[in-house]
């Protein structure tokens, strides 16, 4: 049932146009422009019919009736303004239309939180950037075509019905001709968008994952075997992109063929009567001038029905996206987390293998160190994100024990004013693009070259600054430096945050033997500063250095050290 509905969308997706402003006035000056060129089709018409009668005729040269030819030129002019206003304005409204929409998508993901996008993410990489510019060619080219239908067409045919109504009713009959083997092509095609979009996007999700992982390949002496693999995914996209190519063709030539023979069905019977004095030549001219506008439109529509499906696929890809309810946010705003405490009571969160983690049960005193332990696998990410509102928990719940002894759940709370108390630092920083400088500073921007020299000191950022400066640029997520480079200059961040809690997964996983001293000497720094550290580890030097264990296979917290 739920593919059936799919199948059946309109051709003009309603929730592109309540949802998506750019889109929205797309549509409106569309159907004005398409009104003032249907306006410009008949006053053509009626002109050179008038002209054309005048001269075979009266033998009366155009150049006698200036006032005519003024009009004319005067609405050719007004025409061919409109066409190129239109697909001026098309361009920049698609480009509006999805910038606005990937926006939304990004940030619709990241408030759907980590689990969400764990295990897609590549997925919504190829939505965000290829699969959604499929919407470009959709409202540039086929929503303006199909908006002249609904305009041009009903006008030219209301015209000739006043001028003739006999090739009126022919053009009336032999109109759902054009949409009538449109459904047939489109029974051909159908599939082929919703296939293409998806093969990009698992090409996408493979190659990035290719990709990601050609540092350990390397590292194997593997990186010389994966070139059959992108060899091998090309292929798989020429075959899908060359496959939608031959359907487009086809509807375009068989769309060709079925106007021309259409228009010619009323060009027959005008020559018919005119030959047998039954009509007069001036509403001829008009009617065979109109004729063709009746059907271009529709035509068009047809022949760039592979863009709809395009564009209709990646619509309703973003808006299962977008459809998704994020966790629900609280009103309560957090406690300051220099005085209070975090905990996890009983939390056990899905996964593919069952639980991880199951039943933890830990708390996050202020001032201290807590290490999460546990093998790979047993969810201590999962525990810290359930932990910050991130992520909610299956079964248990998170909460935070104010100074005066109340306990709130996490769910209860704003979110932002938890967030904006915590410095968190993944495995993989994600950094934003700019110099090491600018980087740096975004994380306390009141903050001195002083204290960013401190900050860079304390975390070994320094030899990293001796060596490439202070304004190297930094490119996308940090990638002018390494990444146990980068893994220094997030930590530099984490220690000019004013944030009273910080997290840290694997501080040390990147890191040679003498930066981990300095890491580990870091978060003792930040203990004695008064800060919160919460520490996932796997390294005994980290696990000694806590002033508390957890256990996240157990769900059991160690005694004070």
């Known amino acids: 049932m739920e593919e059936s509905a799919r199948r059946r969308r309109p051709p003009l997706d309603p929730r592109l146009v309540r949802e998506v402003s750019a889109a929205r006035r797309h549509v409106a000056r569309t159907v004005a422009l398409g009104l003032v060129q249907a306006g410009c089709v008949i006053v053509t018409a009626l002109v050179i019919a008038r002209l054309g009668s005048r001269l075979l005729v009266e033998r009366a040269v155009p150049q006698e009736a200036p006032g005519l030819l003024l009009v004319l ?66 409202l540039v080219g086929y929503v303006p075509q199909l908006l002249l239908t609904l305009t041009v067409t009903p006008l030219c045919l ?76 090309g292929e798989r996209h020429r075959t899908s992109a060359m496959g939608s190519l031959r359907y487009a063709f086809l509807s375009s030539m068989v769309l060709e063929l079925l106007a021309t023979l259409c228009v010619a069905l009323i060009a027959v019977g005008i020559g018919m009567r005119l030959v047998y004095g039954e009509m007069d030549l001036a509403p001829a001219l008009a009617v065979l001038v109109l004729a063709p506008e009746v059907y271009q439109p529709l035509r068009n529509v047809g022949s760039r029905y592979h863009a709809s499906t395009d564009g209709l696929a990646a ?57 999460l332990t546990g093998p790979s696998g047993a969810g201590k990410t999962t525990a810290a994100q359930v932990l910050l509102g991130l992520l909610p928990a299956d079964e248990g719940h998170a909460e935070i024990v104010a100074a005066d002894g109340t306990a709130m ?53 320094d030899a990293v600054i001796a060596e490439r400066g202070w304004d190297a640029d930094l490119g996308r997520a940090g990638r002018g430096i ?28 990147h890191l040679d033997g003498a930066t981990e001293q300095v890491v580990l000497e870091l978060i003792a720094a930040l203990r004695d500063a008064g800060r919160t550290v919460v520490v996932i580890a796997h390294r005994s030097r980290l696990v000694d250095l806590a002033d508390e264990v957890a256990d996240v296979a157990t769900g059991h917290v160690g005694a004070d050290r």
Do not use: C
């Open 73 to 138: 030129v005067a609405a050719l002019a007004v025409r061919a303004g409109a066409v190129l206003l239109e697909e001026a304005t098309a361009h920049r409204a698609a480009t509006s239309a999805i910038s606005e929409l990937r926006g939304r998508i990004v940030g619709h993901a990241a408030r759907l939180g980590p689990r969400a996008g764990a295990g897609r993410g590549a997925d919504l990489t190829a939505l965000a950037t290829t699969g959604i510019e499929n919407l470009r060619p959709y």
């Open 158 to 233: 209301l015209t000739i019905g006043l001028l003739d109504p006999l090739s009126a009713v022919i053009a009336i009959v032999t109109l759902p001709l054009v949409p009538l083997f449109m459904v047939l092509v489109g029974k051909l095609t159908v599939g082929r968008s919703e296939k293409l979009i998806t093969d990009m996007r698992s090409l996408w999700s493979q190659l990035l994952d290719l990709v990601d992982g050609l540092p350990t390949l390397r590292a194997l002496g593997r990186e010389k075997g994966p070139e059959a693999t992108v060899r091998r995914l």
């Open 315 to 371: 619509v309703d890809a973003a808006f299962t996206v977008l459809d998704e309810e994020p966790p629900t946010d609280g009103d309560l705003l957090a406690p300051d987390l220099r005085t209070s405490s975090l905990a996890l009571r009983g939390v056990s969160v899905r996964s593919r293998d069952g639980m991880a983690p199951h039943r933890a049960d830990l708390t996050v005193r202020p001032g201290r160190v807590l290490a």
């Open 482 to 509: 390494s990444l146990g480079e980068r893994q220094r200059l997030a930590l530099a961040r984490a220690v000019l945050s004013p944030a009273p809690l910080v997290v840290l997964d694997e501080p040390t996983a």
């Open 409 to 461: 759940p996490v769910d209860a709370l704003a979110r932002h004013s938890l967030w904006e108390q915590v410095a968190w630092l993944p495995q993989r920083p994600v950094l934003p693009p700019g110099t090491i400088r600018s980087v740096l500073a975004g994380a306390r921007p009141a903050a001195g070259q002083s204290e960013l020299e401190r900050a860079a000191a304390v975390t070994g950022l």
